[in-house]
């Protein structure tokens, strides 16, 4: 009888019938870019729900402590209502102001002048992270009415120019790391709201002036990653 070859074994040897140099290409870009791809929706994920896990402790003691202080007297929780606000707000803009001023701001148009190639110093340095996470925290369970939008994607940038120096395929690939930059930005947007597809969108709405083709899989992989481990954990 004829002995039926595994499907591995077929795979293995379509894979030795191709030219050695695209084996190396191919060998080469994909595993960095996609453990890349796992890494990014990994980190913005635990990101995500640490924030949120902060935000909403600092919110829950607000009330908690406002409805005691409010049994004694209405003003008195009304007070420290105000105070709470004015506390955490103003520690927001110190922390900001001290620790990564680079944080001031959503990150937004930064972020849209660095994907069109403009070189922004320290705008993706760690103490820029460490500040924008900080005021995010504070300024989010202090009440203030700011959106997590820009600085989700401006720390999810910050996360993937760090990966980058991981991974020295990518590393040394300068036009390869900005389009990944793009894969961080729907990283950022769907680990914040849970939305891979409105991630990617978003990616494309925030591209200057261009969008390459291949960015499309590498945002929906990392996306939809980062959505699930974000419900997960």
Same mark, same amino acid.
């Given at each position: 009888p004829?002995? *039926?070859?595994p #499907?591995?074994h077929?795979l293995?040897?379509? =894979?030795?019938k191709? #030219? !050695?140099e695209?084996?190396? &290409?191919?060998?080469?870009?994909?595993s $960095?870019?996609?453990?890349?791809?796992?890494?990014?929706?990994? %980190?913005?994920?635990?990101?995500?729900n640490?924030? &949120?896990? +902060? *935000?909403?402790?600092a919110l829950l +003691?607000? /009330? !908690?402590?406002y409805d005691?202080?409010a049994?004694l007297h209405?003003?008195?929780? =009304?007070? /420290?209502w105000?105070? /709470?606000?004015f506390v955490?707000? +103003?520690?927001a803009?110190a /922390?900001?102001k001290f620790?990564?001023p680079h944080a001031?701001g959503?990150?937004?148009p930064e972020m849209?002048?660095?994907?069109?190639g403009?070189y922004?110093?320290?705008f993706l340095?760690?103490r820029t %992270?460490l500040g924008k996470?900080?005021?995010v925290?504070? !300024?989010l369970?202090g009440?203030?009415?700011v $959106?997590?939008e820009? #600085?989700f994607v401006h720390?999810? @940038?910050?996360?993937?120019d760090k990966?980058?120096?991981?991974l #020295?395929?990518?590393?040394?690939?300068?036009?390869?790391r900005?389009?990944?930059l793009?894969?961080?930005?729907?990283t950022?947007l769907? &680990?914040?709201f849970?939305?891979p597809?409105?991630?990617v969108?978003?990616?494309?709405?925030?591209t200057a @002036?261009?969008?390459?083709?291949q960015?499309? =899989?590498?945002?929906?992989? !990392?996306?939809v990653s980062? $959505?699930?481990? &974000?419900r997960?954990?």
């Open positions: 004829a002995i *039926v070859e #499907p591995s077929r293995g040897s379509l =894979w030795r191709l #030219p !050695a695209l084996r190396n &290409t191919l060998s080469e870009s994909l $960095g870019v996609w453990l890349f791809l796992i890494l990014q929706g990994l %980190f913005a994920s635990i990101l995500a640490f924030i &949120t896990l +902060m *935000v909403d402790g +003691m607000r /009330w !908690a402590s005691f202080f049994s209405l003003v008195l929780g =009304w007070i /420290w105000m105070a /709470w606000v955490l707000g +103003m520690g803009a /922390w900001t620790i990564g001031v959503s990150g937004l849209k002048a660095r994907l069109s403009v922004l110093r320290y340095s760690v %992270f996470v900080g005021g925290i504070l !300024a369970g009440g203030l009415v $959106g997590k820009g #600085p720390m999810s @940038s910050i996360m993937a990966i980058h120096l991981c #020295p395929r990518i590393r040394k690939n300068f036009e390869l900005r389009q990944l793009f894969v961080a930005v729907a950022g769907s &680990t914040s849970r939305t597809v409105g991630g969108l978003f990616s494309i709405e925030v @002036s261009y969008y390459h083709i960015n499309y =899989w590498r945002s929906f992989v !990392a996306s980062g $959505g699930l481990l &974000t997960l954990i």
